[in-house]
């Protein structure tokens, strides 16, 4: 199932986890405190990371049975401190998660902007979570709520929401989301997914580790060539600390396949790949191209018109 899950972003694999805990909470009477509270926080955490919005109706069914039971078998993870405190003696950090977990702003079913109120508790949830970041780095249901959170906070939107979103527009902010994804992997191990690999590949090119970036995009390209159709989909563009997209020129440097092109980037001194498919213009070597937004998916970075590159 790990494997699985970190070879492809679909809801399969993650319904395949939730069955054997939910079995046990449903049916075994023997556990301990701390034995129901690990097995609820996984529960929890697995739950909190399906998309509805990327859902086809069969998985969309089978995501909303699960979600009925484990409704039923979370019940009440309100900690008292007495609890807390066992857990994180056991050497658990299912305390740090529920706590986090409380604080944290609820994603919507459907797509929207964060409230004020959202944000609040975001940046609450992520500062709470790295003020103890040397006890839950380790713990990848942690780390993925820190991420959220922080992503939330810093961006104003729901991590993975919807497709040309915005990206973190301050160096400082880009490093600290690339350190928690850094985490992330490293608990993860096999299951971190194909998306968190993007994004990982995404931040490192923003903070100009470019060629890590990459070798990262094209191996990502080659796991998920047969089985991820919408990995060509642009998922975020450089954007301001206002959110909006922001503009770039260049010159193209040469083609480098079949209507497909590279053109540098003059206010970044890189190059990007550039579709002719997704421009209005005739393309060519030493043409200059003005006003286009860096968009990126699964290949790595690509340069696209700003009304190709809008919501």
């Not at 699985?4 to 399969?12: K, L, W």
Request: glycine letters at 6%.
């Amino acid at each position: 199932m790990q494997n699985a899950t970190g070879r492809v972003d679909t809801y399969f694999p993650l319904d395949i986890s939730l069955w054997l805990p939910l079995e046990i909470l449903e049916n075994c009477d023997l556990l301990t405190i701390e034995q129901e509270l690990e097995l609820k926080a996984d529960v929890a955490a697995t739950m909190d990371m399906v998309s509805e919005e990327s859902l086809d109706s069969t998985e969309l069914e089978l995501f909303n049975r699960q979600r009925l039971r484990a409704a039923n078998a979370l019940g009440s993870t309100d900690l008292g401190e007495d609890a807390f405190r066992a857990l994180d003696e056991a050497g658990s950090t299912a305390g740090y998660y529920f706590r986090a977990r409380q604080i944290a702003p609820e994603r919507p079913e459907m797509r929207s902007r964060l409230s004020e109120s959202d944000l609040r508790r975001a940046e609450n949830a992520a500062g709470y979570l790295l003020q103890h970041r040397d006890r839950v780095a380790d713990d990848p249901r942690c780390t993925r709520l820190l991420l959220n959170c922080f992503w939330a906070w810093k961006t104003g939107n729901w991590l993975f929401d919807g497709l040309n979103q915005p990206l973190p527009s301050i160096e400082e902010d880009r490093i600290r989301a690339l350190e928690i994804l850094l985490d992330l992997a490293h608990a993860s191990r096999d299951e971190f997914q194909p998306r968190l690999r993007y994004l990982r590949a995404v931040l490192k090119w923003l903070i100009g580790s470019e060629h890590e970036a990459l070798v990262d995009f094209r191996q990502l390209a080659r796991d998920t060539e047969y089985v991820e159709a919408k990995r060509v989909l642009p998922r975020h563009v450089i954007s301001d600390d206002q959110g909006n997209t922001v503009t770039f020129s260049g010159v193209v440097e040469r083609k480098i396949g079949e209507q497909r092109w590279a053109i540098k980037v003059r206010e970044l001194g890189r190059s990007v790949d550039l579709v002719a498919g997704r421009w209005h213009d005739d393309v060519d070597v030493g043409k200059e191209l003005r006003a286009f937004s860096i968009a990126f998916n699964y290949i790595g970075p690509i340069a696209s018109r700003p009304n190709l590159a809008s919501s």
